[in-house]
T-cell receptor
Framework: EAQVTQNPRYLITVTGKKLTVTCSQNMNHEYMSWYRQDPGLGLRQIYYSMNVEVTDKGDVPEGYKVSRKEKRNFPLILESPSPNQTSLYFC????????????FGDGTRLSIL | EDQVTQSPEALRLQEGESSSLNCSYTVSGLRGLFWYRQDPGKGPEFLFTLYSAGEEKEKERLKATLTKKESFLHITAPKPEDSATYLCAVASSKGTYKYIFGTGTRLKVLA
């Protein structure tokens, strides 16, 4: 089954404790992206990747890191999480760049105390 | 600056009562406009892609249309299972590969 898998689905942690949210897709997609979704602000793009070793900032990259060492995986790293990063996070992937429809994972709900 | 605005924020319809959702956009060259449906606790699910003004796409009770400034999602004779949040997004051809989403329209269809 074609899918985007995120882990964990839920996480409660404390300020400053490094964490990684994993994202994996099995569709051989080149383009992968991370979003955060907040009430009243909608989905905002954090980082995206056009292919292996090619990443770029979205609209809200501050406080986040990403890497793309393999085509299927695109982890999101919070080096020193803060309460304002409490949010619902989605990973997505698509073929051949941003003019193709994206497939989304089911989301990761992060709470940072 | 690229921007997407959706209206209304929320909409309640009776079953069978047709209506339209609006997505207005400002973008430096449109690479594509996308409609997604999002159910509570789930990731967005792709519905349509529109690439140029005048284009229309249809699927069951949904029809998406595109002009140079806005897109409409028409819902004909909706059913309660059409209740969801509908999201609009654009991809610009400005030299980046970003997606910009609107804040969505929450649709509730009453039986």
């Amino acid at each position: 089954e074609a899918q985007v898998t995120q882990n964990p689905r839920y996480l409660i942690t404390v300020t400053g404790k490094k964490l990684t949210v994993t994202c994996s897709q099995n569709m051989n997609h080149e383009y992968m992206s991370w979003y955060r979704q907040d009430p009243g602000l909608g989905l905002r793009q954090i980082y995206y990747s056009m292919n292996v070793e090619v990443t770029d900032k979205g609209d809200v990259p501050e406080g986040y890191k990403v890497s793309r060492k393999e085509k299927r995986n695109f982890p999101l790293i919070l080096e020193s999480p803060s309460p304002n990063q409490t949010s619902l996070y989605f990973c997505a992937s698509s073929f051949y760049g941003s003019n193709q429809p994206q497939h989304f994972g089911d989301g990761t709900r992060l709470s940072i105390l | 600056e690229d921007q997407v605005t959706q209206s209304p924020e929320a909409l309640r319809l009776q079953e069978g009562e047709s209506s339209s959702l609006n997505c207005s956009y400002t973008v430096s060259g449109l690479r594509g406009l996308f409609w997604y449906r999002q159910d509570p606790g789930k990731g967005p699910e792709f519905l349509f892609t529109l690439y140029s003004a005048g284009e229309e796409k249809e699927k069951e009770r949904l029809k998406a249309t595109l002009t140079k400034k806005e897109s409409f999602l028409h819902i004909t004779a909706p059913k309660p299972e059409d209740s969801a949040t509908y999201l609009c997004a654009v991809a610009s051809s400005k030299g980046t590969y970003k997606y910009i989403f609107g804040t969505g329209t929450r649709l509730k269809v009453l039986a």
